[in-house]
């Protein structure tokens, strides 16, 4: 069965970001997986680009259950968001925006059969502790890295938990 994969950017990024690009190689590296990046450049706000992930995925008709939302930042927080309302297989997370306190709604439950974040010690723009405690209380696979939101730094470590966790979902 084909895995679709969403590969969704950061709030001021695009599709052709360089995690979401280095993602999507690994994505196209795996059989019986398919690479969806998203586009919210037209989107301004985070409703909005919510709103077009849930149409993209209701428009090409892939089943939640065999799709694996991928995200940075927003893009991380939007992935999360659509787990918690259609159990998804699987969110891979990059300095996901979960309880950011200008934005209520990033406090969610998580709706993933496989949950894997990775986060750095030194980001400035999404706080570390929210995301520590929303791993905390689903008990989530939760990677600490010394680096800042970019995570730049830690990209071929991301890249190998991307691939085993490929792995882990279409083996489940």
């Known amino acids: 069965m084909l895995t679709h994969v969403y590969l969704s950017h950061g709030l001021e990024s695009g599709p052709e970001a ?8 690994v994505v196209e590296a795996c059989e019986d997986c398919e690479a969806v990046v998203m586009d919210y450049r037209d989107q301004p706000s985070h409703q909005a ?14 089943d939640p259950a065999h799709c694996i939302m991928a995200g940075s930042s927003l893009g991380g927080f939007l992935s999360a968001a ?3 309302r259609h159990p998804v297989l699987g969110c891979f997370l990059l300095a996901p925006a979960l309880g950011m306190p200008d934005y209520p709604e990033t406090t969610l439950t998580l709706g993933a ?3 894997h974040i990775i986060h750095g010690w030194r980001d400035d723009v999404v706080p570390c502790e929210p995301v520590i405690e ?6 989530l696979s939760l990677r600490m890295v010394d680096d800042d939101h970019r995570l730049h ?5 991301i890249l190998r938990d991307f691939e085993q966790f490929l792995a882990l979902c279409q083996t489940a």
């Not at 680009?49 to 892939?62: I, K, N, S, V, W």
């Open 153 to 157: 730094a830690s990209l071929p470590l």
């Open 18 to 25: 360089l995690k979401v690009q280095a993602l999507k190689r």
């Open 113 to 115: 059969r496989h949950t």
């Open 134 to 139: 929303h791993a905390r209380r689903q008990r």
């Open 49 to 62: 680009r919510f709103a077009h992930l849930l149409a993209t995925l209701e428009t090409r008709g892939d």
């Open 82 to 84: 659509v787990s918690q």
